[in-house]
């Protein structure tokens, strides 16, 4: 009897195929039922091979009726495995629905049904001011394959033109996918759609439990639905006929995945419609640097709204020197009459720290002691909802001492200020009834955000007190006043990825204001007053500070026309890590523009490890990915590399 002989991936550790064999043919992409090491798993087919020299086992069962990578999702599969040098196996297991890895019991994917092709009646409820109408136009006509940069302002109004384009492609039957960079963001953007979509829209995150992903996933293969709005996971969600995709918000750092596969969805997005040949819009109100860039070099184009909605002038910026300055509770007198003001005025004000709890340090004020945990060696952070000292690196809860353990002494104190304490000041100190605080701990359980976004919109009155949070697409009504606080570090950081960061959350949070009346007030508090990036965001012009950066950085290496990659080790032993990275640079015999490091991460210690990374850059990816292919081959001559556990970061973020 012939046999068929097939490469299965596993989701393991090692960047290896196993070799079963089967009676008949098996389609690439589906799910096998197969033995390994004595135990029963879930495989999947990947393609057909020559009968090997060594003896295989058979293949138990064929799970599926229907493959669940098709051709091109396979060779996206295998394009990422490379690109982020990551075993083909769990990249694989990273996109494949969890109800789908159950062995028990197991679940059949069956045959994709026939849908009949449909008229869709959809009502737009607004009608496209003139510059969206341009940007709607430019993109229908755009006839190249290149991913297009929807660079509109916060408050032009990016989602009703993405309505109209993904109306184009709904009507001639197409599946539409719309990434959003945080689950937080779903609801917002599936409600602006269904308005006009109806049915039509589907919500697919790792918020929804495994078997209501799976039914999602089931649709998408039909194309009984056809858009879907989705964080990273639903990069490769399967929908039937994809026509489009749209990646809202592309600047933000949230598409970047920090644990297992260190993958940017944003990235894989644009490989996946250029495997299709299909148009892909990236969209913000402040795009990433290196999409700019690549406009530049013509191989993105650039659409631009330049206008509100209602004609408003996004707010101006006014820099507010807080040198030699008493602050209370981190607010200058200024930001404190103009927040009186506004709320007495019956509108809404806004603080943006980025920093969540009562106070970031709680210390002793007779000794040296400060509150650390051991397990990360930083500050322990005061949370005086929970009455505790919790670890923010890895959630360790302390109570609070009522005594100084070095010194015995009682004058134990909060230091600085997170989102809790302005909250409190804000109420007891300034008497304003309505404070809101905006941050992860107060929207920990699923609906807490929607619950929270709706009372706000009902009193229109009040203080928001919020996190990064804040930064990402709300539209909030009546909001008149922002004042942004410790912003500073991002003017002084080391990462290349700082400084456009830090221009990201100050416009984007500025831009929650005056979406309404126009007559909006930014107050930014800071301590580098004539530091030029804030000179140029001053008009409160992305653009333009863009403009600058590129122009500042085309003549040296750095992002964007310098690409990374990061060796990243952890040991419980500092000298581990160094001796490993020191190692990987004397066996490449790296020159110094190669590299940088051995160098502690900015989250140093975790959990008990030490942090460190190695960072290998080059102006040309392909000679990067190149050196990184010889250091691997080096990685395994080295004894330590087994003594810790180390990754590679394909363009990292966090250094
Ligand atoms: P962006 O994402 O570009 O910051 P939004 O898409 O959130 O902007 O739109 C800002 C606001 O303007 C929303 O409240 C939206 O409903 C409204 N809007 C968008 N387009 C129009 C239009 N053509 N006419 C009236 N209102 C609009
Ligand atoms: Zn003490
Ligand atoms: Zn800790």
Redesign the pocket.
Known sequence: MKKYFYKVSLPLAIDQTFIYQHDSQISNGSRVLINFKNKDRIGIALDLCKKPSFKTLNVKEVLDESVIFNKVDLELLFWTSKYYFHPIGQVIDTFTPAYLKKLNPKVEVKAIPKIDNKKYDFKFK????SK?KDAFKAIIKTKSNKPILLN?I???????VYARVIAESVQNNQGVLILTPEIALTPQLSAYLKDIFNDQVETYHSGVTPKRRYEIWEKARSGETKIYVGTRSAVLLPIKNLGLIIVDEEHDQSYKQNEGLLFSARDLAIKRADLLKIPIILGS?TPSLRSLHQCEVGKYIQVLIDER?HSQTPPEISIHDTNGMMLNCGLSDLSIQTIKKTVADGKLAMIFINRRGYAPEFSCGQCDWIATCHHCETNMVMHIDRERLVCHRCESVFAIPPRCPNCMSDRLDSVGQGTQRIEAFLKKELSIKNVFRFDSDATKNTGDLEALVDRIQQSTSGVIVGTQMLTK?H?FKDLELVVVLNIDHGLTSVSPFALEDMAHKLIQVS?RAG?ESGRAKVILQTRYPSHPTLQRLEKGDYNSFAESVLSDRALQNIHPFYFYISIKSASTRLERNINFLSKIISYENLNEEEFAGPMPLSIYKQRGKYNHQLVIMSASRTKLHQKIESILKAISRIPESRQLSWKIDVDPLQF
């Open positions: 607004k009608s496209l001011t969206q509109g916060t408050g032009s109004g990016k989602t009703e109100g909605v697409g539209d831009g979406r």
